[in-house]
């Protein structure tokens, strides 16, 4: 039976939110190359961030058991299954001789593709293995537990083409059912709108994340096809089950909330994100602020940190309705350029290990100089207020 999204995550968030945080169930789903089966996501404007992507997982992949002779592409997760029109796609490309190249692919609005690729080692992938693929709008990457291990870069800086369709994880195109099934056990699918760095993937690895703000979307697969933090429902197909996923992980969920609106007038609306948990002895802790003004439309942006949210009457600044006190402001950095060549804006913050700094509370926003955007040429993402765990 299919827990209750609302009252079970709820009940968790605020257990993890307060003290230690809890061992996962460990569940993850298992297929097997030649038989078909997977699981469909309806579209999701969420599967092609505009913004760059990780699509991350954890795997255990089966070499020895791949046929040669025919095609096979044994696949993670891959965004448009229509052949040929896949936005993104994290498979081995083991061709009909049983290569072991784990491939991330993108597709460029020129419409070409490119990819990264890992060579892996026969048995490299048998025990359970992190392994992450990047694109940041020049450069794509791939990780294995944390460390990067492919990287390529691409002719020229381009956001990935929304071509719409649905997201299967575990399968690929239908055109031979099985041939793209994958061929091991996937846990802990997630995909977020942003190119994490290494340490940011490193220090959530071994997590099971929960509600991340910004749209961060949450396979857990445990003992269950969907993805509750942002309510996606996952349809089975074929063979199917699930099996035990990675061991050892913990339930983790930020205390955060989303204070104020963006500014309205602009063709992107920004959103503050998380590139790993606000927990004290993180180094790789950073804000990020995804879908913002590229540096052709701004050069000069702006990171904010306060300790109170805005009273009802504070006014605007510059047109720009700020999502802090103007009186509580604990430090202001400015950003140049204001963000990268996608339009992201990342600010470092590194937690130090100090057990007094658990439990406060900062509020964070980040703002621009915006020549297409805002009633005075200012623009403002949300505020988002974070307390350090």
Request: hydrophobic letters at 40%; a negative charge.
């Amino acid at each position: 039976m299919i827990r209750s999204p609302v009252r079970s995550r709820v009940a968790l968030v605020l257990v993890c939110a307060g003290t230690a945080p809890l061992v996962a169930q460990a569940t993850g789903i298992q297929l097997t190359n030649g038989v078909d089966g997977g699981v469909v996501y309806q579209y999701d404007a969420r599967f092609v961030p505009p913004t760059g992507i990780t699509v991350e997982a954890w795997i255990t992949y089966d070499d020895s058991t791949i046929p040669t002779g025919t095609y096979r592409w044994p696949t993670i997760a891959r965004q448009n299954v229509t052949p040929n029109q896949e936005s993104w796609n994290f498979r081995v490309s083991a061709a009909n001789n049983g290569n072991r190249d784990l491939q991330f692919i993108v597709r460029t609005l020129s419409n070409a593709l490119y990819n990264a690729t890992y060579t892996f080692a026969p048995g490299e992938f048998q025990s359970f293995t992190h392994v992450a693929g990047t694109f940041d709008g020049q450069t794509i990457r791939i990780f294995k537990n944390g460390v990067q291990v492919a990287t390529n870069a691409i002719p020229t800086a381009s956001e990935i083409p929304d071509n719409g369709g649905e997201l299967r994880i575990g399968n690929g195109d239908p055109v031979a059912p099985g041939n793209e099934a994958w061929n091991g056990v996937l846990d802990e699918v997630r995909i977020w709108p942003m190119a994490r760095s290494g340490a940011e993937i490193t220090a959530t690895m071994s997590s099971q994340l929960w509600f991340m703000p910004g749209g961060v979307l949450e396979f857990d697969f445990e003992n269950q096809y969907n993805e509750f933090s942002n309510n996606l429902m996952g349809t089975p197909f074929g063979a199917v089950n699930f099996a035990a996923g990675a061991p050892g992980l913990t339930i983790e969920a930020p205390s955060v909330a989303v204070v104020g609106q963006p500014t309205s007038t602009c063709a992107r609306t920004s959103e503050i994100a998380l590139g790993s948990m606000p927990i004290i002895g993180n180094s790789a802790f950073a804000l990020w602020n995804v879908r913002g003004p590229t540096p052709a439309v701004s050069g000069l942006g702006l990171f904010v940190t306060a300790y109170l949210p805005a009273p009802a009457q504070q006014p605007a600044v510059f047109g720009v309705n700020l999502a802090f006190d103007l009186s509580a402001v604990v430090a202001s950095f400015p950003l140049v350029p204001a963000s990268n060549v996608l339009g992201n804006s990342t600010f470092a913050l590194p937690l130090p290990n100090n057990p007094s700094i658990s439990g406060t509370t900062l509020l964070f926003q980040f703002g621009f100089q915006d020549s297409q955007c805002g009633p005075q040429g200012f623009s403002a993402g949300s505020g988002l207020s974070v307390t350090i765990q």
